[in-house]
């Protein structure tokens, strides 16, 4: 971990405009790195958050959405490249997939259009970072990945269920990255948050068939709930700020990660909960897993030859 604790970081994030991208950008520059921060609108951002510029952060406008993503990330980190010359031993990029919203409903109540556009920012937009970015990673021989996904992504939520398999899918493609990146000197994190107190849950949509009648009374209660969080972030427990610092801890290995990072296989993904609501619900849900496999044993065994 020395090397890489030590060595000033490229940070680059999707979505840093507001929420918990801008206070991992925001953490990430205190810390003395420099910070690409991405939005679809950064003028406003700018003007909304100048801390950002003033601790040295860089806008770059972009929309993960759109098929060109990838190749204006590529002209971006090619300048980079150029700039650091031969010296490829202070180009540690920290890929920060974070970019995204949820969406409210039962998937047979979404028209075909809502899904597609959807994926285009949930699913597809982190490939298009990692199709601009993993080649100049695995040729600087260091580097971190970092997919910001949700405890949805882990624990099935039937409320926003295409929210979910989006970020299940992303940690499903995270964690096969893992061990083909390892050989390259790259580390890959799965970020899992529970409930902070941004403007996430506002951003939200919801099904533009509306909801069928069965699926009333239990998406309903929960569209209650993220409309009421919306408008009252002290619902959740999360502070952002420490989402920010700890994923700075994360990557540069300090603090409660120290020793986290020591007994880490790099072949495999770090999972990170951070949320007391996290943890408890991945705890729930690998005691549910654990009980479903037990009582498998005999099953399994039982259609061997």
């Known amino acids: 971990m020395a090397s890489t604790a030590a060595a000033k970081k490229i940070w680059f ?8 991208g801008l206070n991992m950008a925001l953490s990430a520059l205190r810390a ?3 910070v690409i921060g991405t939005g679809r609108n950064i003028e406003k951002a700018s003007s909304e958050h100048p801390e950002f510029a ?8 972009l929309d993960v959405a759109q098929p060109n993503a990838e190749q204006a990330i590529q002209q971006l980190v090619a300048k980079e490249e150029q700039k650091l010359g031969k010296d490829k031993d202070s180009a540690h990029w920290v890929v920060v997939n974070n970019a995204g919203n949820t969406l409210l409903g039962a998937v047979e109540d979404m028209s075909e259009g809502q899904m597609q556009e959807y994926l285009q920012t949930n699913l597809f937009g982190f490939i298009r970072v990692w199709k601009a970015l993993l080649p100049t990673l695995r040729r600087n021989r260091t580097g971190t990945l970092i997919s910001i996904s949700s405890i949805w992504g882990f624990v099935p939520k039937s409320e926003h269920m ?3 398999a989006a970020k299940a899918t992303t940690e499903y493609l995270t964690e096969s990255y893992a061990t083909l990146l390892a050989p390259s000197g790259i580390r890959t994190m799965i970020i899992e948050p529970g409930g902070f107190r941004t403007p996430f849950a506002g951003n939200n949509s919801k099904a533009d068939g509306g909801i069928s009648e069965d699926y ?3 998406i309903q209660a929960w569209v209650d709930i993220v409309n009421a969080a919306s408008k009252d972030p002290t619902l959740v427990n999360g502070d952002p700020i420490k989402f920010g610092d700890r994923v700075v801890d994360a990557v540069e290995g300090r603090g409660l990660f120290d020793s986290i990072w020591a007994e880490q296989d790099r072949t495999k993904a770090l999972r ?5 609501d996290s943890y408890s619900l991945f705890e729930q849900r690998l005691s ?4 479903g496999f037990v009582r498998m044993a005999e ?3 039982s259609t061997d030859v």
């Open 13 to 20: 994030i999707t979505g840093a405009s507001s929420g918990l």
């Open 32 to 34: 003395g790195h420099r």
């Open 54 to 61: 003033t601790l040295g952060g860089e806008w770059l406008q």
């Open 162 to 164: 295409l929210y979910g």
């Open 216 to 218: 009333k009374p239990l």
């Open 272 to 276: 990170v909960q951070l949320g007391s």
């Open 288 to 291: 549910d897993l654990q009980k």
């Open 299 to 301: 099953v399994a065994k």
